[in-house]
C-alpha cells in the first residue's frame, strides 16, 4: 500500500513528531511496507482458526507467605539485624 504525504503529515501531527522533508520520504517508505504485510496477512484463510489473546498458557505464580527452610537460630540472627520487624516478619516500605 502507498502512502502520500499529506497522510504522513497527518500521521506526524498526530503522534506530535516534526520529520524533515527527507525523514518524510523515509517514513513513506516504510509505513507503505508496513501495511503492505498487512494487506499480505488478509489473504490467509482463517475460517476454523479460534481466536487467541495469549500464543501461550500464562499463569500467575501465586505463593503464601511463609517460613521454610531456615533454622531458628538463623531466622532469630536475620530478625535481629533489620531495623523493623513485626512478630516473625521483616517489615518493609509499601511498593505500589
Given at each position: 500500500?502507498q502512502l502520500t504525504s499529506?497522510?504522513?503529515?497527518?500521521?506526524?501531527?498526530?503522534?506530535?513528531?516534526?520529520?524533515?522533508?527527507?525523514?518524510?520520504?523515509?517514513?513513506?517508505?516504510?509505513?507503505?511496507?508496513?501495511?503492505?504485510?498487512?494487506?499480505k496477512l488478509t489473504q490467509?484463510?482463517?475460517?476454523?482458526?479460534?481466536?487467541?489473546?495469549?500464543?501461550?498458557?500464562l499463569k500467575n505464580v501465586?505463593?503464601?507467605?511463609?517460613?521454610?527452610?531456615?533454622?531458628?537460630?538463623?531466622?532469630?540472627?536475620?530478625?535481629?539485624?533489620?531495623?523493623?520487624?513485626?512478630?516473625?516478619?521483616?517489615?518493609?516500605?509499601?511498593?505500589?
Open positions: 500500500m499529506t497522510q504522513i503529515e497527518q500521521l506526524a501531527k498526530l503522534a506530535r513528531l516534526k520529520l524533515a522533508p527527507t525523514d518524510q520520504k523515509k517514513f513513506t517508505k516504510q509505513l507503505g511496507d508496513i501495511l503492505g504485510y498487512f494487506e490467509l484463510d482463517t475460517q476454523n482458526i479460534e481466536p487467541t489473546s495469549q500464543s501461550i498458557d501465586d505463593r503464601l507467605d511463609e517460613i521454610k527452610d531456615c533454622l531458628p537460630e538463623i531466622q532469630t540472627a536475620i530478625l535481629n539485624n533489620t531495623p523493623d520487624k513485626s512478630g516473625n516478619y521483616i517489615r518493609v516500605n509499601k511498593v505500589l
